[in-house]
Nanobody, 115 residues
Framework: QVQLVESGGGLVQPGGSLRLSCAAS????????MGWYRQAPGKQRELVAT???????HYVDSVKGRFTISRDNAKNTVYLQMNSLKPEDTADYYC?????????WGQGTQVTVSS
């Protein structure tokens, strides 16, 4: 059973930075796409960023130029570097990974951007 452990959320002032990490364990298969969703209170879940095995990335328009997704395949870990954070980035952030034909989810980490 694949398990994902997230870390790095917290409270930060507008303009600040946070780095989220998500480490996957429990599989001998290669991990395919990795990424992050977020869900703010009262809003729909939003795909924030994805990264393929080869390193190709995709971002939602609202975070382009501010967020950077990366992965360490040797550690089965995906990262989300978030800079120039805005109050509208406040949400619960969930990582996901694709293994074979199954998508696995992290438990979520809260990010609050407030002064």
């Amino acid at each position: 059973q694949v398990q994902l452990v997230e870390s790095g959320g917290g409270l930060v002032q507008p303009g600040g930075s946070l780095r989220l990490s998500c480490a996957a364990s429990g599989t001998d298969f290669s991990i395919n796409a990795m990424g992050w969703y977020r869900q703010a209170p009262g809003k729909q879940r939003e795909l924030v960023a994805t990264i393929t095995t080869g390193g190709s990335t995709h971002y939602v328009d609202s975070v382009k130029g501010r967020f950077t997704i990366s992965r360490d395949n040797a550690k089965n870990t995906v990262y989300l570097q978030m800079n120039s954070l805005k109050p509208e980035d406040t949400a619960d952030y969930y990582c996901f990974v694709g293994v074979e034909d199954t998508t696995y989810w992290g438990q979520g980490t809260q990010v609050t951007v407030s002064s």
